[in-house]
């Protein structure tokens, strides 16, 4: 029988139950080594980036910027203390490197699919909503369904949907006079865009229109239920564990928002599956491209891959989820930002009237091509 006096045990038997448990804790130990190595290790890599103050050890630099004009500012102000990059802490293990230049960003956008970095963290809040489409896929599933959408970014597709951006925006600007003949002196930019871009989207995407802007919707204010929590989550640390999140009354809305997302990108598939044909296809595909009726879910459901096979509703789901999450969101902010600068230097302003003015000579701007 072995003794484990030598453990400082005395003489107790070896059970097997004993031994189970010392080869879990060397095992556990063992980890926990390799993961605070690895820590130091990528920490010791991370010294070349400068690094602005910290809140604590603990929060690192969570929380600093907050979805206002302040927060606008401190990133303006990051950009020009430390140049073209810094290093942000998420929580005390969770480093972001902040890219602030065109040249940086250039090589990460280049990088081969394979080895291109993605935010683990951030993406994995997503991945219950938006599954694994093009956004959060990597490797030879990101290469082989980026070359099947290939189709639906063709110019003579891209071009019929000009029309139905210019509808979108004419119905905001229509909103805005309206609000403002009531006696509105501020407008919530990003909340008015944000509904013009999902209003396009879903007509380009889904050929349905909701009439968001003006009347609620239930898909569209889930949508942006499902944008807001993901992005309060990101800023709550203790809220990254899975299963603390789904117990609380955030998780348990961010899981009917996901259903009613699901059931209505589910629904359009499966009613778009039967008004297929079932030979014919490619003039099908033509007829519909020809009328200007041809969408985003057409394009998925009669995409093949080079050995024919096609995408499953499954994958379809996930690549009309995420170009509703990522095509309105971006967007948005990209345009809220443009106009907030363009108030901010009217003389700049003023010129790119001028340029839009010059352009379309004597045309009406619904003619905008």
């Known amino acids: ?152 970014f063709h110019f003579n597709i891209l071009k019929h949907y000009v029309k139905i951006f210019n509808d979108s925006v004419n119905v905001m600007h229509a909103k805005w006079k309206r609000l403002v003949s009531e006696g509105s002196t501020r407008l919530d930019m990003f909340e008015h865009i944000s509904l013009m871009t999902l209003d396009s989207l879903q007509k380009c995407v889904f050929s349905f229109d909701s009439n968001c802007q003006e009347k609620p919707s239930e898909y569209i204010a889930a949508i942006l239920e499902l944008s807001a929590l993901v992005a309060k989550r990101h800023q709550q640390i203790f809220m990254h564990m899975d299963f603390l999140y789904y117990l609380t009354p955030d998780g348990q809305r961010f899981r009917r928002a996901c259903r009613l997302v699901h059931n209505f990108t589910d629904a359009v598939i499966q009613e778009r599956r039967r008004t297929l044909p079932d030979e014919g296809v490619d003039d099908f595909l033509k007829a519909k491209a020809k009328a200007k009726t041809l969408d985003f879910i057409d394009v998925l459901l009669l995409t093949k891959d080079k050995d024919g096979k096609q995408l499953s509703d499954e994958d379809i789901r996930a690549e009309a989820d995420t170009f509703m999450f990522g095509g309105h969101d971006t967007t948005a902010s990209g345009l809220s930002w443009v106009l907030y600068n363009l108030a901010k230097h009217p003389e700049y302003q003023e010129r790119c009237r001028q340029r839009v003015q010059e352009l379309l000579r004597d045309r009406e701007p619904k003619e905008i091509e």
Request: aromatic fraction near 16%.
């Open 1 to 152: 029988m072995l003794s484990l006096s030598w453990l400082g045990l005395g003489q107790v038997a070896a059970s097997p139950w004993l031994l189970l448990l010392l080869v879990g804790v060397s095992w556990l130990l063992a980890r926990v080594l390799a993961w605070s190595y690895s820590f130091y290790d990528t920490c010791c890599r991370l010294r070349c980036f400068p690094q602005p103050p910290k809140r604590n050890w603990f929060w690192g630099h969570l929380g600093l910027i907050q979805s206002s004009e302040e927060g606008l500012l401190y990133t303006q102000n990051l950009a020009s203390t430390y140049g073209d990059v810094c290093c942000w802490w998420v929580g005390p293990w969770h480093a972001v490197i902040r890219i602030f230049h065109p040249t940086c960003i250039k090589p990460v956008l280049f990088a081969p699919a394979a080895i291109a970095p993605k935010d683990t963290v951030f993406y994995s809040f997503l991945k219950p909503w938006l599954g694994d489409g093009l956004l959060l896929s990597a490797g030879d599933k990101w290469s082989s369904h980026r070359r099947m959408l290939t189709p639906a």
